[in-house]
T-cell receptor
Framework: ETGVTQTPRHLVMGMTNKKSLKCEQH?????MYWYKQSAKKPLELMFV???????ENNSVPSRFSPECPNSSHLFLHLHTLQPEDSALYLC??????????????FGPGTRLTVT | GQNIDQPTEMTATEGAIVQINCTYQ??????LFWYQQHAGEAPTFLSY??LDGLEEKGRFSSFLSRSKGYSYLLLKELQMKDSASYLC??????????WGAGTKLIIKP
């Protein structure tokens, strides 16, 4: 595997379900990100992890819970979601040096539909 | 607030040239990125500008004017495979990326 991988690629879940999205990067980067992408809207940064430590949490509802067990893996745990949470969830990674991050590499995304 | 503006959609002809504009108002500036995103795929990095001027990379060029808060992506010799969305993103004073909503480029034969 190369680059950034995400599983599953598609997910349909009910509002009472619990599911997890997985992201893995094979680039040796030290920063990982979760984004939400809705149609015709800018990418919304949800969470940032640097060296496994969460550094950004952009007012994301608690029904989204991130986990970063090591610098290569990132999870997004989902529970009691709302229909408006339906979107493409993108994972990205980058190399951060002295507080400055270089270009981000994205995974293919998980298309989430909440019914 | 912070804001990135780019046209929602543009149409161009195969073989022609197209310029996609991006204007920004951010708290500080630490570089501007252009990404390409084909439908259903991941965004991929195209270019990075931090100093004023033109950066050329094959058929793609990116220009930056920091004083005007303006950038453009120039695509030459358009090919059908260039049909995609083009995302502009600015890194602010906190080194956080602020994203535009993207410009959907449609290439016609």
């Amino acid at each position: 595997e190369t680059g950034v991988t995400q599983t599953p690629r598609h997910l349909v879940m009910g509002m009472t379900n619990k599911k997890s999205l997985k992201c893995e990067q094979h680039l040796g980067h030290n920063a990982m990100y979760w984004y939400k992408q809705s149609a015709k809207k800018p990418l919304e940064l949800m969470f940032v992890y640097n060296f496994k430590e969460q550094t950004e949490n952009n007012s994301v509802p608690s029904r989204f819970s991130p986990e970063c067990p090591n610098s290569s893996h990132l999870f997004l745990h989902l529970h009691t979601l709302q229909p408006e949470d339906s979107a493409l969830y993108l994972c990205a990674s980058s190399q951060e040096v002295s507080g400055e991050s270089y270009e981000q590499y994205f995974g293919p995304g998980t298309r989430l539909t909440v019914t | 607030g912070q804001n990135i503006d780019q046209p929602t959609e543009m149409t161009a002809t195969e073989g022609a040239i197209v310029q996609i504009n991006c204007t920004y108002q951010t708290s500080g500036f630490n570089g501007l990125f252009w990404y390409q995103q084909h439908a259903g795929e991941a965004p991929t990095f195209l270019s990075y500008n931090v100093l004023d001027g033109l950066e050329e990379k094959g058929r793609f060029s990116s220009f930056l004017s920091r004083s005007k808060g303006y950038s453009y992506l120039l695509l030459k010799e358009l090919q059908m495979k260039d049909s995609a969305s083009y995302l502009c993103a600015v890194r602010d004073s906190n080194y956080q990326l602020i994203w535009g909503a993207g410009t959907k480029l449609i290439i016609k034969p």
